[in-house]
């Protein structure tokens, strides 16, 4: 779900929102890492009003660490990395390690679970352990350049060469599952197994699809321009929520320009639901700035997202992370470090929240993006 992951300017860090052989070193283990462990520190990660949020653990110490999904069973996590000290290669790789900070059955914290070449993005756990992520490394090996600016706009880039990877298992081989001509990335999974959603130019501009296990067919779910993206299903697997531009027709050229490039300009989304067949359509914030990285509330009722829409008046430098009723559209402020937050996810079970953030004990400024759990408290 593609994103970049350093401060610039008012916009949001990127963490891309994310051969033809199998290379010979694939499931790579990481050794221990020696830093803190995961420790509650008595809410010394906590701020002022995070009333929803206690016994706040970091789990990764460095670099940039983002789109940290849950397993199904809620005791692992996946997540993409640049962190140099579990991974050497530049670009963003995926790895998996337990949600409680506990080393793997590998005896090793962290474990690489992509091919450590190309530029990778968006995991997810299938809920039969199953794990599909996006990465260009087919097309590639080395890691590919991400433009920040064009023609003074800061820009994502869109990777024609992303396809969505399958692995049966962490220490499986990656299997290609969809592919062909275009950008097909961001793919998340329904909870019932039955369904991925995923972006894709393959319509010619940036839309959700839907993909049928059993079946293999795919459905188009978006039609209107601007670009649908980092969608995700209710618990209940009955509704879609994701973040989306809507260019005016003065925006639209522009838009289409940047598109013909292999860039977007994500300075302006909104959250949209739908049925998962992609009928019903609302638009459930209107807010400035980018407002993205949606996930529904076990209650599948109010939908957390981040937000810089609350600090536009200072630049639109800070992040935090909101929740939402889309029916009263009453808004409240869930995260408060001042920094950034995003990517919020529950557990399963409803009790856990993960989310990424550059917040430190020692409240000092920082670029790092690390990931953390909470306990949720509604």
Same mark, same amino acid.
């Given at each position: 779900?593609?994103?970049?992951?350093?401060?610039?300017?008012?916009?949001?860090?990127?963490?891309?929102?994310?051969?033809?052989?199998?290379?010979?070193?694939?499931?790579?283990?990481?050794?221990? =890492?020696?830093?803190?462990?995961?420790?509650?520190?008595?809410?010394?990660?906590?701020?002022?009003?995070?009333?929803?949020?206690?016994? =706040?653990?970091?789990?990764?110490?460095?670099? $940039? $660490?983002? &789109?940290?999904?849950?397993?199904?069973?809620?005791?692992?996590?996946?997540?993409?990395?640049?962190?140099?000290?579990?991974?050497?290669?530049?670009?963003?790789?995926?790895?998996?390690?337990?949600?409680?900070?506990?080393?793997?059955?590998?005896?090793? /914290?962290?474990?690489?679970?992509?091919?450590?070449?190309?530029? %990778?993005?968006?995991?997810?756990?299938?809920?039969?352990?199953?794990?599909?992520?996006?990465?260009?490394?087919?097309?590639?090996? $080395?890691?590919? %350049?991400?433009?920040?600016?064009?023609?003074?706009?800061?820009?994502?880039?869109?990777?024609?060469?992303?396809?969505?990877?399958?692995?049966?298992?962490?220490?499986?081989?990656?299997?290609?599952?969809?592919?062909?001509?275009?950008?097909?990335?961001?793919?998340?999974?329904?909870?019932?197994?039955?369904?991925?959603?995923?972006?894709?130019?393959?319509?010619?501009?940036?839309?959700?699809?839907?993909?049928?296990?059993?079946?293999? &067919? =795919?459905?188009?779910?978006?039609?209107?321009?601007?670009?649908?993206?980092?969608?995700?299903?209710?618990?209940?697997?009955?509704?879609?929520?994701?973040?989306?531009?809507?260019?005016?027709? &003065?925006?639209?050229?522009?838009?289409?320009?940047?598109?013909?490039?292999?860039?977007?300009?994500?300075?302006?989304?909104?959250?949209?639901?739908?049925?998962?067949?992609?009928?019903?359509?609302?638009?459930?914030?209107?807010?400035?700035?980018?407002?993205?990285?949606?996930?529904?509330?076990?209650?599948?009722?109010?939908?957390?997202?981040?937000?810089?829409?609350?600090?536009?008046?200072?630049?639109?430098?800070?992040?935090?992370?909101?929740?939402?009723?889309?029916?009263?559209?009453?808004?409240? /402020?869930?995260?408060?470090?001042?920094?950034?937050?995003?990517?919020?996810?529950?557990?399963?079970?409803?009790?856990?929240?993960?989310?990424?953030?550059?917040?430190?004990?020692?409240?000092?400024?920082?670029?790092?993006?690390?990931?953390? =759990?909470?306990?949720?408290?509604?």
């Amino acid at each position: 779900m593609l994103l970049k992951k350093r401060y610039l300017l008012a916009i949001i860090p990127f963490f891309s929102f994310c051969s033809t052989e199998k290379p010979a070193i694939t499931e790579k283990p990481i050794e221990t =890492i020696e830093k803190p462990k995961v420790i509650a520190q008595i809410d010394s990660l906590k701020f002022e009003t995070e009333a929803h949020l206690k016994n =706040i653990r970091q789990l990764t110490f460095g670099g $940039n $660490n983002a &789109e940290a999904y849950w397993s199904f069973d809620n005791k692992q996590i996946i997540f993409q990395s640049d962190w140099s000290e579990i991974n050497s290669q530049g670009c963003d790789q995926i790895f998996i390690m337990n949600a409680d900070g506990s080393p793997l059955s590998s005896e090793s /914290q962290y474990q690489e679970i992509s091919t450590g070449k190309g530029r %990778t993005t968006c995991s997810y756990f299938h809920p039969n352990g199953k794990i599909v992520y996006s990465s260009t490394h087919a097309a590639d090996a $080395n890691c590919p %350049t991400a433009p920040v600016f064009e023609g003074g706009r800061y820009v994502w880039a869109i990777y024609n060469s992303f396809d969505i990877y399958i692995k049966d298992n962490p220490t499986a081989e990656s299997e290609l599952l969809i592919g062909g001509e275009g950008y097909d990335a961001e793919p998340t999974i329904s909870p019932d197994g039955k369904y991925m959603i995923f972006t894709s130019t393959r319509s010619g501009d940036l839309d959700l699809w839907r993909y049928e296990f059993e079946t293999k &067919e =795919i459905k188009q779910i978006t039609f209107l321009p601007g670009y649908d993206g980092g969608a995700f299903f209710s618990h209940d697997s009955k509704k879609l929520v994701w973040r989306a531009s809507r260019p005016n027709e &003065e925006e639209l050229p522009v838009y289409k320009d940047l598109l013909s490039k292999g860039l977007v300009e994500p300075k302006a989304m909104n959250l949209y639901t739908s049925d998962i067949d992609g009928n019903n359509v609302e638009q459930i914030t209107e807010l400035p700035g980018a407002n993205w990285a949606p996930f529904f509330h076990p209650d599948n009722k109010r939908i957390l997202f981040s937000s810089n829409h609350h600090t536009m008046d200072k630049g639109g430098r800070v992040f935090d992370i909101f929740m939402i009723d889309p029916n009263t559209k009453k808004l409240e /402020q869930i995260t408060n470090s001042g920094t950034f937050d995003a990517f919020p996810m529950f557990s399963h079970d409803g009790k856990y929240l993960v989310f990424a953030s550059n917040r430190r004990v020692d409240r000092k400024p920082s670029r790092d993006t690390n990931v953390f =759990i909470a306990e949720w408290v509604d």
